[in-house]
């Protein structure tokens, strides 16, 4: 019992005292006085609610184009004869697992208006002045958001079509209707559920999400929400405005689950029944090859395209010369591997970072799941409530909330790697949650009973029994929350020191200071790391684990 008590007091320390402080200090004086002055220092200028105005449009606009992007590629491995399914798969991974403000940074190679090499060999083909393309505008960032964001939607989707019987496609075949006919009147609206949530996580993602919006909207004069909150925590560091600024994320967040909820409560949406329907691939004949090109087209520009001009860049010489024999060097890994002075101890921060907060995610939702599903205490509910909470906490918001909670004394945990990992554990533990309790759920709890008869403790019964039987399902859960902590970039910039900066940080740090090409050269190593991970969980537990399980 006391380990049951002591895990609840670690959650609520994770989750509800920082949201909890942050209300506190959003409502108060530094001295301690009651005051209602942080919001109207927040919200006082029209440049701040533009900042908030500029993300809620740019969310929208990037969901509508991820869900344009996905629907049709989830449509079209889950329900048709479409070849290359395999590569397709591959590309919507790559996307998913490259780190966002690697993809802007490649979209700026490739899209900036006088040297992106979009532009270059437009001048070159035409001889027009003016750009092709242009990154650094409203439209250009929302499309490259887009491009980083459309893989949730692809899952939430796939998923659900993979559900759908073809005897509801047939029984409109046989009324009439032709295959798009079908596709668009019945198919669509039965995953309508799946395509609105991953549309609103997309939002949400969005409006939290800083890289991207830094390093491309910073430069276009595109101030969002984050960087505004970025703004606040420049000299001075003015931590109740910002804590007063970031609670509407908090509620629009709220607001949007809840609208979700009210918008399907009234509407039924079973596409699938006790009969076990078969489901076929749909015969498409040559418009097969067409939504080939499509989802071909939508994997170039989001993961090939700014992948190649970064592993371009990080061998060049200078970028904006172009692929050439005598632009070719080494010399930008040589430097970060030997003379950089924090390049090697940023790739080691990083790593054990992701280690820890992975492993203490993992540990704490496999206690919290046995409770939950062993049903050992009568709140269970509530603990079930507390690890999945932070999935509707933005991430820059729970920065904000640890920032005010640890920074200062009693704790005095600023730049320290302790409030890093509890920060990413805290962050991820709804992936690790959601893993420990879909495994638990297929553990029936004999086992464990029999074991305890023969004198085993429960917590005994946990490490040789639950842990073993478990042992993939737990692996994959670890291996996805230390991928996303290794490129988590919303909360360790608000919470890391001089000693403490990871890769993301380092790498955003690089963008700032306009090199290319090292900045490169440091993202060849993250995604080195990345796809050796990938590569171990795919050997281990399947090619697709991370999209199931995202």
């Known amino acids: ?40 220092a927040a919200y006082g200028r029209a440049r701040y609610v533009e900042s908030l105005v500029n993300s809620l449009l740019l969310a929208s606009e990037t969901a509508a184009v991820s869900v344009v992007f996905a629907v049709p590629m989830a449509w079209a491995l889950s329900r048709t004869n479409m070849p290359g399914k395999g590569l397709i798969w591959a590309l919507v991974l790559g996307s998913f697992i490259l780190p966002p403000y690697l993809g802007a940074i490649g979209w700026i190679l490739l899209a900036g ?15 027009l002045p003016g750009p092709l393309v242009n990154v650094y505008t409203f439209h250009g960032l929302a499309f490259v958001m887009a491009f980083q964001s459309f893989p949730l939607v692809f899952i939430f989707v796939k998923s659900a079509l993979d ?10 075949n046989i009324l009439g209707a032709g295959t798009w006919t079908a596709m668009r009147k019945v198919t669509l609206p ?12 997309v939002f949400l993602e969005t409006v939290a999400l800083f890289g991207t919006p830094a390093i491309i909207g910073i430069p276009a004069r595109i101030n969002t929400a984050t960087t505004q909150l970025w703004q606040f925590f420049e000299a001075p560091v003015r931590v109740e405005v910002a ?39 749909i015969e498409l004949g040559f418009a097969r090859y067409g939504l ?108 904000i909330g640890f920032y005010a909670s640890f ?18 554990t805290a962050r991820f533990l709804p992936i690790a949650y959601a893993n420990a309790s879909s495994a638990m759920g297929t553990l029936h709890p004999e086992m464990e009973e029999a074991a305890r008869i023969l004198g085993c403790g429960r917590l005994g019964t946990i490490v040789r029994i639950t842990v073993p039987l478990l042992r993939k399902s737990l692996l994959g859960g670890w291996l996805i929350v230390f ?24 790498l955003y740090d690089l963008s700032e200071a306009g090199n290319f090409e090292v900045l490169a050269a440091l993202g060849g190593i993250l995604l080195v790391i990345t796809a050796t991970l990938v590569g171990v969980g795919m050997k281990l537990l399947g090619r697709d684990f991370m999209l199931r399980r995202a």
Request: aromatic share 10%; proline share 4%.
């Open 190 to 201: 039965l995953v309508w559920p799946s395509i609105l949530g991953g549309a609103i996580i």
């Open 483 to 506: 991928i996303v902590a290794t490129r988590e970039l919303s909360a360790a910039i608000f919470l890391v020191g001089p000693k403490t900066r990871t890769m993301a940080v380092l």
């Open 292 to 399: 080939l090109a499509w989802c071909l087209s939508v994997g170039l520009v989001s993961v090939v395209m700014p992948v190649l001009v970064l592993a371009e860049a990080s061998f060049a010489r200078a970028w904006g010369r172009g692929a050439s024999v005598a632009n070719l060097t080494l010399e930008n890994y040589r430097f970060l591997i030997f003379e950089h002075e924090s390049a090697m101890s940023s790739v080691w921060n990083t790593l054990w970072f992701s280690a820890a907060s992975a492993t203490l995610a993992a540990l704490l939702a496999l206690l919290a799941a046995y409770i939950v599903s062993r049903k050992l205490v009568k709140f269970g509910g509530a603990l079930a409530f507390l690890a999945m909470a932070p999935f509707v906490i933005p991430g820059i918001v729970m920065a």
């Open 1 to 40: 019992m006391v380990l049951w008590i002591v895990l609840i007091a670690v959650m609520l320390l994770l989750v509800a005292f920082p949201l909890g402080k942050l209300l506190l200090v959003s409502l108060h004086t530094r001295s301690g006085a009651f005051t209602f002055a942080n919001y109207l």
């Open 163 to 172: 559900l759908v019987s073809s005897e509801m496609e047939d029984a409109a």
């Open 407 to 424: 920074a200062a004394p009693p704790f005095a945990l600023y730049g320290t790697a302790t409030i890093i990992i509890l920060a990413f």
């Open 243 to 281: 804590s007063a600024y970031a609670m509407p994320l908090l509620l629009i967040t709220l607001v949007l689950i809840g609208a979700q909820r009210l918008m399907l409560r009234r509407k039924g949406f079973i596409a699938q029944t006790g009969k076990g329907g078969e489901r076929r691939p």
């Open 113 to 127: 208006p006088n040297a992106g090499f979009v532009n270059l060999a437009w001048r070159w083909a035409t001889g």
